[in-house]
């Protein structure tokens, strides 16, 4: 199978220029290459071949299909801890991404329960992070897809996540509550920060909200073990908060100690010192525990993930 993408203009992007829009919306390539891949043929617009400067009209479909290139090496490791009919529970590695995007398409686990679980409907019901660890959960069917979601989007999934921090963590528990919106300070475009709700309560001009609940469970003046038990399900909640509250992800790149990381790892240009200053090669996040009703017999679904060996190299070097 080869790898196509596609996606319909909305109405705040009408009128870019398609180059622009690229460039905007997919950064994981730089304008000389979307531009080359136009000329190439690999992107269509409605069907049709189009020139870099055509302008978008709200409800555009663009189709583009890469040349086949080396994907990134991954950590394809993962173990099923539940499966029937309707679901799948997965404990996957912390180097792994559950779905294509960006540069990658086969070293995915979609891709994997795809072609060879010979899965045809695969629905990921809580998306992780490539570097996040943990449980993830699949729905198998339509009808369970979208009861998982229903439960998502009511709250009634409960989500359990550890995770290693930077510095002594000063509370033994915190519940943040605020909005999640663009970093504009930061040379990273895809890069969100959290500000605190309002004392007024007033609902948000702007942003997502969100609400996490962190608490310590061991601490020195180095790093910190938190559990986070997420509220709400935004994307980069977790690390975005504990970035903008003072806490790293230990290994973080995006939401680290320094943002020029993350502009010298996609360029593969990380230093020993950057490597040093990460603690380890990935995110210190795990996602430990999952709680949900079964979508068709409804009766209540537990499952659990041991810490993985590299967040726990770096607690046993914690005094």
Request: proline share 7%; hydrophobic share 35%.
């Amino acid at each position: 199978m080869e790898r196509q993408s596609s996606t319909r203009i909305q109405k705040t992007e009408e009128g870019l220029p398609l180059l622009a829009f690229l460039c905007k919306r997919f950064t994981y390539q730089s304008g000389d290459q979307w531009e080359d891949d136009i000329a190439a043929g690999r992107i269509l617009l409605n069907g049709d071949l189009p020139a870099s400067e055509t302008r978008l009209s709200h409800g555009d479909r663009i189709e583009y299909r890469p040349a086949p290139a080396p994907e990134p090496p991954v950590d394809d490791n993962f173990s099923v801890v539940y499966e029937d009919h309707d679901l799948l529970v997965l404990n996957k590695s912390g180097n792994l991404p559950c779905h294509p995007a960006g540069r990658y398409f086969k070293h995915t686990l979609w891709h994997t329960l795809r072609f060879e679980r010979n899965i045809e409907f695969i629905s990921f019901i809580n998306r992780l992070d490539r570097e996040t660890s943990g449980l993830v959960l699949v729905a198998k069917n339509k009808n369970a897809a979208r009861n998982c979601h229903d439960q998502i989007g009511c709250g009634a999934v409960s989500k359990y996540y550890q995770v290693l921090v930077e510095g002594r963590f000063a509370l033994q528990k915190i519940c943040a509550a605020g909005i999640l919106v663009s970093a504009s300070s930061s040379p990273i475009r895809k890069k969100l920060q959290f500000d605190p709700a309002p004392s007024d309560s007033s609902p948000p001009a702007r942003g997502k909200t969100c609400k996490t609940v962190f608490e310590r469970i061991k601490t020195t003046e180095n790093v910190s073990l938190l559990s986070a038990i997420p509220a709400s399900g935004r994307t980069h909640q977790i690390r975005a908060t504990l970035c903008s509250i003072g806490y790293p992800v230990v290994g973080d790149k995006i939401y680290g100690v320094d943002d020029t990381i993350y502009l010298r790892f996609i360029r593969d240009r990380l230093t020993d010192s950057d490597w040093r200053r990460l603690r380890m090669p990935r995110q210190g996040l795990h996602a430990s525990e999952l709680r949900f009703l079964h979508p068709v017999r409804k009766t209540s679904l537990g499952f659990k993930a041991p810490m993985p060996e590299d967040m726990q190299r770096v607690i046993e070097k914690m005094p």
